[in-house]
């Protein structure tokens, strides 16, 4: 099944002709037909575009004919967005393509399919979608993370061969461990944000989810770059992410941080975490301790600037600009609040009135000028941590996937969760989830587990390089 192939092993095939695009795009609607009913994985997909597209694709270019996902809170031009909300599900359809869909198409790749996620992104099982859940495939009474956990999914059901994501705060990283996947969050920066819907506009960063490291590298080459249309967005230094992936691990030192190992670890998550470390050493990596000693902080800092900003970016849904607007208000006032009270859901109302809260007068200096205060000392961390080691390894999340329901009523346990992934956005680093094991769970199904790799800024070759020894351990 050509479905079930990686973007490497297609782009061979179709170089020395032995299979066209159009067969790619086939085999992935024959797969989608068998397993998305399970899976639920996708919002929407239209395979007659992306056949046509296919029809033209240009296979001298690095993605040649290659079919990626988009999850659903990135603009395709003319096809429907709708960041899994109420508020934008059938009344948007996308006028331009993000920076990423135009880099993409222009290394020959073909966008089929939006893939689900928690609304705006918030959340980390996908359960926060108000369109469906998603089913994790390794075990579909279990959720396959979030945000970006659609996929995660399609990935891991061979019903996509790549995709990309999002990452705020562990959005790419926790769904990738969950469905055993490669998921790369790059530097902020490295990645234009035009045309992806803005959640927390200074943690945001689009990426690659794929079934090997080498794709990963693939697909960051094609979307990595300046974009004058993205005022945060680094000049491009042309690395090609593949050049020196295989070089190994042998001379370079990986730091351990003790305060990513809370008694909230799950043991299979520290077995397969231990497992990767000494194949790492046994490979010729040094393993050095190290602390980053405001890690304890980095939750509570999080959900005081990621809802903080997404209160100011989502103001932008008021009923008159953007997608559904509520029926007979009283007046304009009337219209903003019923739209938006009919619009959100819990999660997304919640993150709205938070950050609100946070940014007004007399609360301001008291939580969000602090949370920058902790933010940068975050970040000091790592740039302390990074003068000795080369990378970070650690878990990606403290669990493997939860049951769906798990912590429903409790949104500061699930919040909690987010522990190992957060602090890279805080501190705008590189980070990487690589399958690296598995554990069986009570019902007898075996659910994958990732190891985390960060890096300095802008060193994504380093942390792919690393991943890449641990696949192939
Ligand atoms: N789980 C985190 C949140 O709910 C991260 C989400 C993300 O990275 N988009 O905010």
């Known amino acids: ?18 299979i066209t695009p159009v ?15 399970t899976v639920a994985g996708y919002i929407s997909h239209d395979f007659d575009a992306a056949r046509a597209e296919a029809e033209q694709a240009d296979l001298s270019l690095p993605l040649g004919g290659i079919p990626i996902a988009i999850k659903d809170n990135i603009n395709v031009k003319g096809q429907a967005l709708t960041c899994a909300s109420k508020f934008l599900d059938g009344a948007f359809d996308s006028p331009y393509d993000a920076t990423v869909i135009t880099k993409l198409r222009e290394a020959g790749a073909i966008p089929l399919g939006r893939t689900n996620l928690d609304e705006f992104a918030m959340g980390s099982t996908c359960s926060n979608s108000a ?26 059901s061979n019903t996509a061969i790549a995709a990309l994501g999002s990452d705020t705060g562990g959005s790419i990283r926790q769904p990738a461990s969950h469905c055993g996947i490669v998921g790369l969050k790059p530097s902020y920066g490295r990645v234009s944000r035009y ?8 943690l945001d960063q689009i990426g690659p989810m794929t079934k090997s490291v080498d794709d990963a590298a693939l697909l960051l080459n094609a979307i990595t770059g300046y974009d004058p249309a993205d005022s945060t967005s680094l000049d491009d230094d042309n690395t090609d992410f593949t050049a020196n992936i295989d070089q190994g691990v042998a001379g370079m030192k990986l730091g351990i941080p003790k305060e990513y190992f809370s008694e909230s670890i799950d043991p299979a998550v520290k077995a397969v975490f231990d497992d990767a470390a000494s194949k790492l050493k046994a490979a010729g990596a040094e393993l050095v301790p190290i602390s980053l ?32 607007r509520a029926e007979n208000p009283e007046n304009l006032i009337d219209l903003y609040r019923k739209s ?29 000028t602090k949370a920058q205060k902790v933010r940068t000392l975050i970040r000091k961390d790592f740039t302390d941590a990074f003068n000795e080691v080369d990378a970070i390894i650690s878990p990606v999340a403290p669990t493997p996937a939860p049951k769906h329901g798990e912590n429903a009523d409790d949104p500061l346990q699930e919040y909690l ?32 587990i990732g190891l985390q790799i960060l890096g300095p800024d802008l060193g994504e070759a380093a942390i792919l390089r690393i991943a890449k020894a641990v696949e192939n351990s």
């Open 1 to 18: 099944m050509l479905s079930n192939e990686s973007i490497t092993s297609l782009r061979a095939k179709l170089s020395a002709g032995e």
């Open 23 to 37: 067969e790619i795009i086939d085999a992935l609607e024959a797969s989608i037909a068998e397993h998305d009913s």
């Open 131 to 156: 369109i469906k859940p998603t089913n994790n495939p390794h075990d579909p009474t279990r959720v396959p993370g979030g945000s970006s956990g659609g996929s995660a999914a399609v990935i891991a």
């Open 195 to 202: 045309g992806l819907v803005a959640f927390a506009s200074s």
């Open 293 to 324: 000693p405001h890690t304890e902080y980095a939750v509570a800092t999080y959900y005081i600037i990621a809802p903080a900003e997404a209160s100011s970016n989502l103001s932008r849904f008021d009923g008159i600009r953007y997608g559904n």
């Open 340 to 368: 938006r009270a009919q619009g959100f859901g819990a999660e997304v109302k919640r993150r709205i009135i938070l950050g609100t809260y946070v940014l007004s007068s007399g609360y301001y200096d008291a939580y969000y």
């Open 417 to 448: 969760a987010d522990i190992c992934t957060i602090a890279a956005n805080l501190a705008g680093i590189p980070g990487i989830s690589v399958p690296a094991g598995t554990t069986q769970s009570d019902s007898g199904s075996t659910l994958p």
